[in-house]
């Protein structure tokens, strides 16, 4: 009997909904399921709200009750909420949260890096944007709430898959004891400590670094601007690093490494915890400020993957597939990129629009991502917390030198979460013109951002299918595109046609866009009429042309949905 | 290795600089010191090439 708490989880800043369990007793006798996803956090409902939005049908699960406790992942970059954008949360998480740009690093009270992260006219969303993981939750929970195609089931733990020829049973224990469900596909969402994972004997690869982290949410008062600060070997702490931001709601998160050979147990006692907050802010210049612990936690950098997310008909994705260190904010916003991926790639071969082979597509992109990511990760985890011998060397002496030599500064630049680049993705057409172009987004890249006016952007028209853009100012579409359009249609592909460059509607194209000063063609590289790009459902690029025509659209279409 | 560049003056100089310099720098802080000599120097040879050519030098015969 699987009980979880019915008591709200405290918080100084957000109150807990406790939901009702989902109980089998209530329900009709189930019938086999296209997909359950396990693990109703950032991962599991981002992938139920992809499938949905291609009208796949699913079910999440969540062990608990009620969202998760303390603020966790805080940190959201500009393509999260470009892919939140698409699940339709990103104007509730603008309302509530603080956006930045800015990182600054100390060493002995001297800053001695500034990060300044750009900040494009052409983008809608800042490069970073601060809210709890709670709120985060919540929005995506309303989202998946009002979709007809997703059921979610509090109070439901899988605890086990069997996987079967052509689907998979999940055992899943309630408050009023185990039921078994059937599923086609069983996306394993549920986390860093993933019990699917476990369960199924999967190693990761990879490297677990030796520090630990204490993570702290104090309310506390601070007059200082929302920037990530950074302070290495401080006296209160030597050796060690401490990171802090700001969160919404009056709320300042500290990570502060602990000395070699502290237990986590010892560091999270109450007037350990007190001192070293204490002197922290004492340091920073308001010792003996007033301020209140909300939640904390303990953490170790790992850079760990699993080596294929995909076995049989099961799929893991986000933190369940991978462990990434805080540093570089890639948790939640690596997860987001997985589950948008998975969303489309799964939808598309449960809609039978294409073979397993997408599949296989999906886990090379997200592994590939995943190792990429690992390497980054890993050299930021070096210089944040160096392990001892050569590394912890090496870092001193660029804290050292950083003082008097700009030549070092650079080292301490925490290489954010990016998205990334499926530049030789099986996806991309090998007959179109990416290579004749000289500037725009490549191929399996995201596509570049385009304010279009006021508050309107190039990307609030992309996705949930693929897309055509087509760089044109004639009355009309060329009769034979047309046709491989209406063609692709018939099958019950979603793709949507974007005519550029005309100032009048253009007959073939379901929306256009005037570009009227040719920023838009200039931003995408598209000399003269005849451009194209065709875009995928998760928005990245997997075809461009100086010149299309139909047969080499229809191949592109061939190739992004191999049969 | 790359062709000597140093006149034998200045090699002794140069021998005698550091020597003095590590006991100046003191047992616990020589090796911090050493590497931040030898991130200087690597700044100024601006090539990451040639410095990994001085590392395997430096590992031998250890």
């Known amino acids: 009997m699987h009980t979880p708490t019915t008591q709200a989880r405290p918080s100084i800043y957000y109150t807990y909904e406790v939901f009702k369990p989902w109980l089998a007793s209530q329900h009709p006798q189930q019938k086999r399921h296209q997909v359950v996803i396990v693990g109703a956090g950032p991962a599991g409902m981002v992938t139920a709200l992809e499938l949905a939005r291609h009208g796949v049908a699913s079910v999440v699960l969540s062990a608990e009750l009620q969202f998760s406790q303390g ?16 699940v339709g949360v990103a104007d509730r998480m603008t309302k509530g949260g603080l956006p930045w740009r800015f990182g600054n690093s100390y060493y002995r009270g001297q800053r001695v890096f500034r990060m300044e992260a750009p900040h494009d006219p052409d983008d809608r969303f800042f490069p970073i944007i601060n809210v709890q993981q709670q ?19 509090w109070g439901n733990k899988a605890v086990q898959v069997k996987q079967k020829e052509d689907h998979a ?12 469900l059937e599923s086609c596909w069983v996306v394993a969402a549920d986390g860093g400590r993933s019990g699917i994972r476990s369960a199924m004997n999967l190693d990761m690869e990879g490297t677990s670094y030796e520090g630990f982290f204490v993570i702290a949410d104090i309310k506390v008062d601070l007059p200082l601007p929302t920037e990530r600060l950074a302070y290495f070997d401080p006296d209160w702490n030597p050796d060690n690093t401490i990171l802090m931001h700001r969160e919404p709601h009056g709320i300042w998160r500290v990570d502060y490494q602990l000395p070699a050979g502290e237990t986590p147990e010892a560091a999270l006692q109450p007037e350990s915890m007190k001192a070293r907050i204490d002197a922290h802010l004492a340091m920073i210049g308001h010792a003996g400020i ?3 612990m909300d939640w904390s936690s303990v953490y170790s950098a790992r850079t760990l993957t699993l080596p294929d997310f995909v076995h049989g008909n099961v799929i893991f994705t986000g933190d369940a597939a991978h462990l990434l260190p805080i540093f570089g904010v890639r948790g939640a916003n690596t997860a987001f990129q997985d589950a948008q991926s998975l969303g489309w790639h799964l939808a598309y071969v449960v809609k039978g629009l294409a073979s397993r082979k997408l599949l296989t597509n999906h886990r090379a992109e997200r592994v590939g991502a995943a190792r990429e990511i690992i390497h980054e990760a890993g050299k930021s985890t070096r210089f944040m917390a160096p392990p001892a011998g050569g590394f912890k060397l090496l870092r001193d002496a660029v804290l050292s030198l950083s003082l008097t030599q700009a030549f070092v500064r650079p080292l301490y630049h925490w290489r954010t979460s990016r998205p990334h680049e499926y530049t030789h993705s099986m996806l991309n057409s090998l007959g179109d013109d990416n290579a004749l172009f000289t500037t725009g987004p490549a191929h399996g890249a995201p596509p570049h951002n385009v304010r279009l006016g006021a508050n309107e952007f190039l990307l609030d028209h992309l996705g949930g299918g693929f897309d055509l853009l087509y760089f044109t100012d004639a009355e009309s579409m060329p009769e034979s595109l047309q046709q491989v359009i209406t063609t692709t249609r018939a ?8 005519a550029i460059g005309s100032p009048h509607a253009v007959m073939g194209a379901d929306l256009h866009l005037s570009d009227a000063n040719g920023h838009l063609r200039q931003r995408y590289g598209v000399p003269a009429n005849g451009g194209a790009y065709l875009i995928r459902p998760d928005q990245h690029i997997c075809a461009r042309w100086l010149t299309l025509d139909a047969t080499r659209l229809q191949a592109a279409l061939n190739t992004a949905l191999p049969q | ?16 600089t550091l020597a003095t310099a590590i006991d100046q720098a003191g047992q616990d802080k020589a090796s911090l010191f050493l590497v931040k000599l030898a991130l200087l120097n690597a700044n100024a040879l601006a ?13 031998q015969d250890l």
């Open chain 2, 47 to 59: 090539s990451a090439d040639v410095f990994q050519t001085h590392v395997q030098a430096a590992l």
């Open chain 1, 71 to 86: 603020s966790r992942a805080i940190c959201f970059t500009r393509r999260s909420m470009e892919i939140l954008q698409q």
């Open chain 1, 169 to 180: 049973e999940v055992e899943v224990d309630t408050p009023e004891g185990p039921y078994t």
């Open chain 1, 290 to 292: 007033k301020w209140d």
């Open chain 1, 135 to 153: 709120f985060m939750e919540e929005y995506l929970h309303d989202a998946c709430q009002a979709h007809p195609l997703i059921e979610i089931r």
């Open chain 1, 491 to 498: 099958k019950g592909i979603a793709l949507r046609v974007i």
């Open chain 2, 1 to 16: 290795m790359t062709t000597p560049t140093l006149t034998l003056t200045d090699l002794e100089t140069v021998y005698d």
